[in-house]
């Protein structure tokens, strides 16, 4: 084994140039690769963030069917307060539940005295806001970012669009589920900018006005926001509560829940997913890369030794030794592009987070971007290229294990 | 029994709808221990010859056994394992691989083709190296040695491994005559040393004067045998 890579070494060695040009290419390859996943990777988790950290939470969970008809945010598609109790208990003995938190989701009217328009609202209790939807606050601008009773966070398009500013009091009325209308003064505590997605446009008032707002005796719960402590555990914390909550049946035997995870609540998902796409692409094209420098190296190789191998055959190589010294030349060689590519391509991602690129995201403006790479990143394509470095140099080492002895011999 | 033993041997080349009679129906027999010569005009049969005694390619007609084995019976594989095992070859143009050291290709065989353990490996190696007087050039590369010395090299590599046979198709006729002289003696010492047989061609008629027993070949007959101090066509040793 040893006696193989001291062969292939020498024989890369011995045409040098042309295995300084093939694994300068590899690398090139691995470079690219490393540099878009770190760099897409790390704008799918910043963007994956802004979406569950400032509005959706990493999962929802409501009554059956408020999702279909989550567009009128219906108040008969609430969640009693027995219901409730029973998610929380779930929640509680899930010890990947970092934190989650109710809401009262309504529409209603928002008036200003002099002008009114459309406004939907959450009711929440601002701690548990808070640590579920962790960034919340740095959306909340220009104004306290708490969320007290008495006092509504507006969003900014009806701040802009009415002149409607922090400490300013305006009237919420609501049609409660059963048809009569309320409403309450609340001073302008924030203004909060939009998110593109679902509830991205949304005010915030206390839990307790809300209820107070819509009449409601016993507290009734739109949906419930879950922060996991491990985002990574996902779809594991996902299927558990669907497992617990598969038992809970409403009147009509149908399960009385719907639980969600932040995929199926925001478009960005699909633009997440095509990120992933991309990235098996470019991966392809590594393989392509790969896969036709080291064949074409290789068949070159067998080519100028026709004698040489004619000889080692004649003396009496095995046909799978002779297989084993050009695989290995071959493998070699996609090695030494993908250590170097590696090391390179490695390097750039840590300067370009060194340097603190910064974008535009949405309304969210100078977020740093943080590119990094994994070491399963590492592995995986180290491994890509080792395997399509042996699939790339199999068809010339078999020929070459094929070859006639004295065929070869006569060659000139 | 003897080492080698043709009997009315046939081999029949076809290029397209062309028949080429290389080896027409030859039958010999050759002692162990022995140093033979292969004589003849070019096209003659010579390297045809060597290479179905060297087991790189099979007779259309004919038996042939080299060291007991009938060579027909094996295919590909075993036809590699026992050239490996028995037979050592040099060549014209010496064929060292050029990306080992004048020791690494000695050792070749030694790594590559048996399995011998590195130290039986290294002692053959030196063994031979001191043979064949190439011991201090044992870390150079085949380029930087001259055509006499490299051919040393592939004597010592094809004895290595301590073959019954050596084959050397005009191992000489790259060489200037002094020096091709100066292999041939080299051969023949190894042939008493390590009680080799060797069979080699040339048509270099000073060359062949070395050899003990001399056949001679005119289109793929052997048309004189010649045994050094026995008149033409002798019977006996
Ligand atoms: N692979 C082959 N295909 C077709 N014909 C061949 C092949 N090998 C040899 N021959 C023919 O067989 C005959 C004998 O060739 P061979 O090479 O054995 O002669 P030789 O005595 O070694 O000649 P030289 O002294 O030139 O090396 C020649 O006519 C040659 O053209
Ligand atoms: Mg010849």
Known sequence: MANLFKIAIRNLARYRRRTILTSSLIAIGVIFVLLFVGVSGSFKNMMIGQMTDSMLGHIQVHRKGYMASIDNLPLTMNMKPQAVKKLEKVFQDI???????????????????TETTNIRLNGVYPEKEMKTLPLLASRISNGGKEIRKGEIIIPELLSRGMKINVGDIVVVIATNKDGSVNGKQL?????????????????YVHIEDAMEILRMEEMEISEIAVRLRDFGKLHSVYNTLNTLLSGELNKQGKPAFEVHTWESLSPFYNIARSIDFMTIFIKAMLTAIVLISVMNVMIMAVYERIREI??????????????????????????????AGNIIGTGLVYLLKVVKITFNFGRQSGLVLSPYVTLYDIVMISLIVTIVAVIGSLQPAFKASRMEPIKALRHV | MALVKAEKIVKVYKIGEVLINSINGVSFEIEEASFVSFVGPSGSGKTTLLNLIGCLDSPTEGNLFVAGEDVNELDRRQRALFRGKNIGFIFQDFNLIPVLTVYENVEYPLIMVKNVSTKEREERTMKLLDAVGML?????????????QKQRVAVARALVT????????????????????????LMKRMKAEFNTTFIFSTHDPK???????????????????????????????
């Open chain 2, 136 to 148: 201090e050039q044992k870390d150079k590369y085949p380029d930087q040695i001259s055509g006499g």
């Open chain 1, 95 to 113: 010890p990947d539940v970092e934190s989650y938190s109710p809401r009262i989701k309504f529409g209603g009217m928002l008036s200003t005295f």
């Open chain 1, 310 to 339: 004619g000889t080692i055959a004649a003396i009496g190589t095995m046909p799978g030794k002779i297989l084993s010294m050009f695989v290995t030349e071959g493998v070699l060689l996609g090695i030494i592009g993908a250590i």
């Open chain 1, 187 to 203: 001073k302008v505590s924030g203004i909060i900018e939009s998110v593109t997605g679902p509830g991205g446009r949304d005010g």
């Open chain 2, 162 to 185: 301590n073959p019954k046979l050596v084959l050397a198709d005009e191992p000489t006729a790259n060489l200037d005559h002094k020096t091709a002289y100066t292999v041939i003696e």
């Open chain 2, 207 to 237: 060359i062949v004067e070395a050899a003990e027993v001399i056949y001679t070949l005119e289109d793929g007959e052997i048309v004189d045998r010649h045994v050094k101090g026995v008149n033409s066509n002798g019977k006996s040793l």
